[in-house]
């Protein structure tokens, strides 16, 4: 499974920006989605993510009313649009699959076994 991210870049403190994201490859295998983001001289932490079936959605507290999540399944596609941007926000923003099933999407890393190479969203103040 390949796992690619699209858009970022780069907005005022209160804009917004939208990110994309690819799954390619063994796809069937995959039952959720999600992103995560890492600011520089910090761990990554979790973001959101969505299961392919059902309607489970899942955000972290810091970005919960701003931040959707949402998927394309024909497409193999899952978007992240996010509002009311703040300096904090900026990150590398990485999008992740998952394998695990289950009735609410997965939000620890190591739920997430495929990885993109990440994509840069930066907020100015």
């Known amino acids: 499974v390949q796992v690619e991210e699209f858009g970022g870049g780069l907005t005022q403190a209160g804009g917004s920006l939208s990110l994309s994201c690819a799954a390619s490859?063994?796809?069937?295998?995959?039952?959720?989605m999600g992103w995560f983001r890492q600011a520089l001289g910090k761990e990554r932490e979790f973001v959101s993510a969505?299961?392919?079936?059902?309607?489970?959605?899942r955000y972290a507290d810091a970005v919960k009313g701003r931040f959707t999540i949402s998927r394309d399944n024909a497409k193999r596609m899952v978007y992240l649009q996010m509002n009311s941007l703040n300096p904090e926000d900026t990150a590398v923003y990485y999008c992740?699959?998952?394998?695990?099933?289950?009735?609410?999407?997965?939000?620890?890393?190591?739920?997430?076994?495929?990885w993109g190479q990440g994509t840069q969203v930066t907020v100015s103040s």
């Open positions: 992740a699959a998952s394998q695990v099933f289950g009735t609410t999407a997965p939000s620890r890393d190591y739920e997430f076994r495929y």
């Open positions: 490859g063994r796809t069937a295998s995959i039952y959720a």
């Open positions: 969505i299961n392919w079936i059902g309607e489970s959605t």
